[in-house]
């Protein structure tokens, strides 16, 4: 099982959008458009999108310690703890910095699984295949005999592509926009009994 962390394993999309509208106002952009994009995709390619001219390594660790230091205000959804204390092959690919996930898994008591794919780990984020295709590797599994969970347009186009079986939470976007999902599921505990997991 390959998960993502943000708005699957963990509740942060609060802490996320202040964090984006913040930095979009600081820029004179549109926040809320921003903020609309903004979920499963890694944050320096937001940044260069939206900010050409700015230094993406000054704005990354704005961005990244303004979120660390909000860690306290994320929580675990039901069923996470379930998820990654289970007995097969468990990662997270995330498109988080490392130290703003192991802020997040710490702040939430989730342990760290023993392969965590961070956005700092791969040349190419979400929407790309790559981060699920390392977290295959390093679990040694068979891309095509892996389950992704998601919640983001990108994350599941990035399972999809990476030719894993997809299932969608739709806890930060519409239903309507999950449609490539395999399957999508109202929440992260539907979607482990619908996989036969224990919540």
């Known amino acids: 099982m390959l998960s993502d962390l943000d708005g699957v394993l963990i509740d942060s999309g609060a802490v996320v959008a202040d964090t984006w509208r913040t930095w979009a106002t600081r820029h004179g952009l549109d926040a809320e ?3 609309a994009g903004c979920h499963g995709r890694p944050g320096a ?3 260069a999108e939206h900010a050409p001219e700015a230094d993406v390594g000054t704005e990354m660790r704005w961005l990244e310690q303004v979120e660390i230091d909000a860690a306290g205000r994320v929580r675990a959804f039901a069923g996470a703890a379930e998820l990654l204390a289970s007995d097969g092959p468990v ?3 995330t498109s988080c910095t490392a130290p703003l996930a192991f802020a997040r898994l710490a702040a ?3 342990p760290v699984p023993a392969v965590l794919v961070t956005a700092d780990r791969v040349p190419r984020g979400k929407p790309a295949p790559d981060p699920y295709l390392m977290a295959a590797r390093e679990l040694g599994v068979d891309p095509a005999d892996c389950a992704v969970l998601e919640d983001a347009p990108a994350g599941v186009a990035a399972g999809r592509a990476a030719g894993m ?3 969608a939470i739709a806890s930060t976007h519409e239903r309507t926009l999950l449609g490539d999902a395999h399957e999508v ?3 992260l505990a ?3 009994a619908a ?5």
Do not use: F, Q
């Open 33 to 35: 458009a921003i903020v």
């Open 45 to 47: 390619e937001l940044v």
């Open 91 to 93: 990662a997270i690919v």
């Open 108 to 110: 939430t008591g989730l």
């Open 165 to 167: 079986t997809v299932h």
């Open 185 to 187: 599921h109202a929440d």
């Open 190 to 192: 539907a979607a482990l």
């Open 195 to 199: 996989l036969g997991l224990p919540t």
